[in-house]
DNA sequence: AATGCTTCATAAGTAAAAGCGATTATTTAC
DNA sequence: GTAAATAATCGCTTTTACTTATGAAGCATT
């Protein structure tokens, strides 16, 4: 039988390794729970293997040596060894989702509002955790990036349907109005919807978002007539607050804390846009993920329905 | 059944690589010349050893995809069987004795006369073979350091009788008397040893090889007087020239080609030296020292009886 | 939705091997 | 010489690795 390489296995390189420190075949025996029967066949076959003796036997209580082509293998049976320790060791690591990369997709209100005190508490925990954020404003960007796995995990806006997609809920996020904070309004009450009927408006620009408030606002009969647009939340708000006109926006994208805006629920409401972080369908998710999910959800949850 | 990374072999990593570049366990198997169903197996054992599933098995057409874990471990596994594959690269050059280093000890007279001729010859075979010497005036010191594994194959001057050597005999080398060119002998006549009596004499230092020819010399009724000494070759030869006396020396040591010595045979001759070239006995050598052996003694049978 | 196609998993059987215990041969140490 | 230590070998049992055959799941096409 003409062995190669290719028929040598790790328990021979094991063997081998032993036999080389201890000396004696008895003794890597006992060290790796085999007979001495068992571990003399073994280099045998790895003799086999090699095409040449790996030891030089000289008899009674002296040790083993080495041949030449022992030592040859042996340098690269440590090296073999060592590297699937270590791969043990990663793989643990990544059990435990303390190594590794985390790409999450996010956009600008949750970047503000939901992700630092998360990200924090993840960090927190796994501090060697590799975390790094992806922020668009198209949702569709996110969802495409997901499933060309260059993202491990996005945050997501409703509603979603694409099969490529698993997502869960994470919470609904009102459309509130914004108003300069000198504009008079009865403070504790909502917004009639028809007030914005014909008023000069400040908006995002078109993309899904917008568009969906734009759709809900045609259909309960208002126009909506935009005179600065932009996707930047607090550039919005800035135009608010400078009196161009009033703006419906995500609550969890308005800075509330601004004293110089009024910040109001509408009546009737418009639909909440739902807020989802998503995964890629049917692949198994590094645990750390799975762990983020949860920090996210729980953490969210916590916040309570300050929304 | 806990099973551990310790019970992965080479052909679990093997087959990870097969399916994680053919996207397939069936076309993974056909490389590898087994049935798909014992590729699938192997898998599943991978995946055991694991702990988790290294691969997404989306059914129907689509591509296996690989999980985080099956990235991790794939990464070992190719520089593991890379590592694998080196091995046997240099396990060939180590059968054809082309690579590696060859430790030769050696003495002067061989160095000049016998030794250039081989290396040579070894370095056009195998160029990559990385030859060292080691020159000793002392023949006890080379058999030590070849006992000890510090040389892979030395030059000797028997007797041996150290039974931790194996050597072959190379030549045998006359000893001859060395006299000044323009001392009137009869120059086709051998020189008689009982016309060394009384006479000042130049020799080598009281090393084992020195000690030969005073023992020798005296049991003739010659007894040996020094007025010069060196185990330089070099400079014994000088002194004769210099007329500081006679020289005893083997045929080897004298540079011949000087027209300002003279060289006879003695009458009586002298029991000659002889060298062999030995090894460690019992243990395995590298095919190169075997071939440097052989070469050694082609060349030697070649120079004919020059001595 | 029924079908065919591709893919992988699983079951059953067989052949190979890996391992064990006992024995033997060889060598050193005394 | 005898005792102790070491590894190879033999017969045997158990384990495993592989094969073939079959089943199940998903996609694509009709």
């Known amino acids: 039988m003409n062995m190669s390489l290719q028929n040598i296995e790790i328990r021979h390189l094991a063997a081998l390794r032993a036999v080389a420190e201890e000396g004696s075949f008895g003794r890597a025996a006992d060290r790796l ?3 001495q029967s068992a ?3 073994q280099i045998a076959g790895l003799e086999r293997a090699v095409g040449q003796p790996v030891f030089d036997r000289l008899g009674g209580p002296r040790k083993a040596e080495m041949t030449p082509a022992g030592r040859l293998v042996l340098k690269h049976a440590e090296s073999i060894l060592a590297r699937l320790d270590l791969a043990g060791q990663e793989l643990d690591k990544l059990r435990a989702g303390t190594n590794g990369r985390l790409v999450i997709g996010t956009f600008q209100s949750v970047s503000v509002k939901l992700l630092p005190a998360v990200v924090s508490l993840v960090r927190k925990e796994t501090p060697d955790l590799d975390i790094r954020l992806v922020e668009s404003d198209d949702n569709d960007e996110l969802i495409q990036r997901l499933a060309d796995d ?3 995990l996005s ?6 349907d694409d099969d490529r997609i ?3 809920e994470i919470c609904r996020d009102p459309f509130v109005v914004v108003l300069p904070g000198d504009v008079e309004t009865s403070s504790e009450h909502n917004y009639p919807l028809s007030e914005l009927e014909g008023r000069a408006m400040v908006g ?3 993309c899904s978002c917008q568009e969906l408030i734009d759709d809900e606002l045609r259909s309960a009969g208002v126009t909506p007539e935009y005179v600065f647009r932009s996707n930047d939340n607090g550039a919005v708000q800035a135009m608010v607050r400078a009196g161009m006109g009033p703006s419906i926006m995500a609550l969890l994208a308005v800075e509330t804390d601004d004293p110089r805006v009024k910040v109001r629920h509408l009546d009737p409401p418009l639909t909440p846009r739902t807020i989802y972080v998503g995964w890629r369908r049917g692949r198994t998710r590094p645990p750390a993920v799975d762990r983020f999910v949860e920090l ?6 916590n916040r309570g329905d300050q929304n």
């Open 39 to 41: 571990v003399s066949q």
């Open 204 to 206: 995002g620009q078109a």
């Open 166 to 168: 698993e997502a869960i």
């Open 155 to 160: 945050f997501l806006i409703g509603p979603l």
């Open 296 to 301: 996210t959800v729980s953490t969210t949850r």
């Open 33 to 35: 729970g085999f007979s």
């Open 150 to 152: 260059e993202l491990d």
